[in-house]
């Protein structure tokens, strides 16, 4: 699904849900150390990347390294057919920190659409 349907509630436990999935087998390098904090209009969530692994859980990262603030677009973020340059260009999300860490971000955790899902569902 591209965007919640009518009466679809976006919910921290389907948020965190996306972003563990995203995370695939949560193995990054070693050298990164580098925490986030993910809100979707009024979910957070947020997502560590330390010591070679990726951890996600519900509410704010302590001292994040980046606050990413999005609505339902971010799951094109995550689906790899917005990238991060533009989601942030046209306002899809907004950060507080260091944008290049919003690359890593969107480079490293991916979900795509099912190919039975079509555009502008």
Known sequence: MRTPREGEIVTTASI???LKVAAGDG?????WNT?????????VAHLVMRAGVITVGPGAAENP???????????DVLAGELDAQTAVSTGVVR????PALFERFADTLRVPYSPHVPAGA
């Open 16 to 18: 965190v849900s996306a």
């Open 27 to 31: 193995v990054v390098p070693k050298s």
């Open 35 to 43: 925490t986030y904090t993910v809100q979707v209009g009024e979910i």
């Open 65 to 75: 390294d980046l606050i990413i603030v999005a609505g339902p677009q971010i799951r």
């Open 95 to 98: 950060l507080e920190g260091d």
